[in-house]
């Protein structure tokens, strides 16, 4: 089974300041992680992924991802935060199998301050 | 191209009655999905399907019934709505293989009183 932790349900930084997202993961098979973000009444928009190869994922707006296979990690960071990355995101594992399914973190919400 | 739309956006019911929430999408996606947000929980899966015709269970469908008459449409159904349904419903689609993105609509926000 497939499962995916993130530790910290808010995380509030400074813009300009580095932000940094964790997200651990357990599976049975090799891993396939999304980060979806999703901003104030709107639905989830990936981010990025990890499928294979490079372990570190670069997507929108500035954000990048290092899978971490000896951690079983896949942490979310921006070396310096914006008031428009104010939003929630959520780490995400793709289960084996048909239907291509996801199972999602409980969500981090990052506050953005001046 | 609208991507996933969901209908209606707003809906407050009394407990017992009944409502249907319409996703439709326009990516010719075989496979739809319908979720439940709720404070600290995530995104649940409720029930999915992999094209039309094809219904399944995800994580907590108790109280929901889907229909998929036309790829296009995926319909989740609350029968007799309890309070504990009270929660933001997100449908997604997706092209249907592992590393697939999902495409989200912009949820319905459903009030049971």
């Known amino acids: 089974a497939q499962s995916v932790t993130q530790l910290g349900s808010h995380l509030s930084v400074s813009e300009g300041a580095l932000v940094l997202l964790r997200c651990n993961y357990s599976s049975s098979v090799p891993p396939y992680l999304f980060w979806y973000v999703q901003y104030p009444n709107q639905g989830l928009q990936l981010l990025l992924k990890?499928?294979?190869?490079?372990?570190l994922v670069k997507g929108i707006n500035g954000f990048e991802a290092e899978f971490k296979k000896s951690e079983t990690s896949f942490h979310l960071t921006k070396p310096s935060a914006h008031m428009s990355d104010a939003a929630e995101y959520f780490c995400a594992v793709s289960h084996t199998g048909t239907a291509s399914k996801l199972t999602f973190g409980t969500g981090t919400r990052l506050q953005v301050t001046l | 191209n609208a991507g996933v739309t969901q209908t209606p956006k707003f809906r407050v019911l009394k407990t017992g009655q009944s409502m249907t929430l319409l996703c439709a999408q326009d990516m010719n996606h075989e496979y739809m999905y319908w979720y439940r947000q709720d404070p600290g929980m995530g995104l649940r899966l409720i029930h999915y399907?992999?094209?039309?015709?094809?219904?399944a269970k995800g994580e907590v469908p108790d109280g929901y019934n889907v229909s998929r008459l036309k790829k296009q449409n995926f319909l989740l159904g609350l029968e007799s709505a309890a309070p504990s349904q009270t929660s933001v419903y997100f449908c997604?689609?997706?092209?249907?293989?592992?590393?697939?993105?999902?495409?989200f609509g912009p949820g319905t926000r459903l009030t049971v009183l």
């Open positions: 997604a689609s997706s092209s249907g293989t592992r590393i697939s993105e999902q495409f």
């Open positions: 399907s992999v094209g039309e015709g094809t219904t």
């Open positions: 990890y499928t294979t190869g490079a372990t």
